[in-house]
């Protein structure tokens, strides 16, 4: 399935203007931690070839889910809420259901730049890649890549 294609600015102007309306609600951690992860988004978008800068901002958006929920169930107040809090509350929670999606598409771009697979399966069992080098308990014979046409079966050719 192929995702539509959306800009990393994009991204970064939704959850801007999310996350400051969520700061009406709430104070302190959230908006440091969802504004630190907004920075390394802009920093995503000024190096557009870094791998480093948008596998950052990938790997703050996932954990700023985590923050986000952590810090809504905290410090939510069921009542006491002000219209102007509600509305502020349902803008970090918004900001909050929107962020999967934003990983989706912001892992879709870390690809695009070169960045390989980030869960590798091989790291439960035995790696199935192929190098040069050979394990000591490799059951294959080594191959001589030296060998010249002794190795080969070859007779040597006499002068």
Known sequence: ME????????????HWLLTTWGCIA??????????TILALGVWAVAQRDSI???SLFLGGLAATIFLDIVHIS????????SDTERFGAG??????????LSCCFVYHMYRE??????????FLGPSQERS???????P???????GGSESRGHAPQGY
């Open 132 to 138: 040069d080098y050979q394990t000591i308990d490799s």
């Open 91 to 100: 803008m970090a929670i918004l900001s909050l259901l929107l962020k999967p």
């Open 52 to 54: 480093d800068a948008i």
């Open 74 to 81: 905290i410090f939510y107040q069921r009542t006491g809420f």
């Open 140 to 146: 294959e014979a080594p191959t001589d890549p030296f």
């Open 26 to 35: 709430f104070e302190g951690p959230y908006p440091w931690a969802n504004f």
């Open 113 to 122: 730049r070169g960045g390989e697979l980030l869960l590798h399966i091989g």
């Open 3 to 14: 995702l539509p294609t959306v800009n990393l600015k994009t991204i970064l102007l939704v």
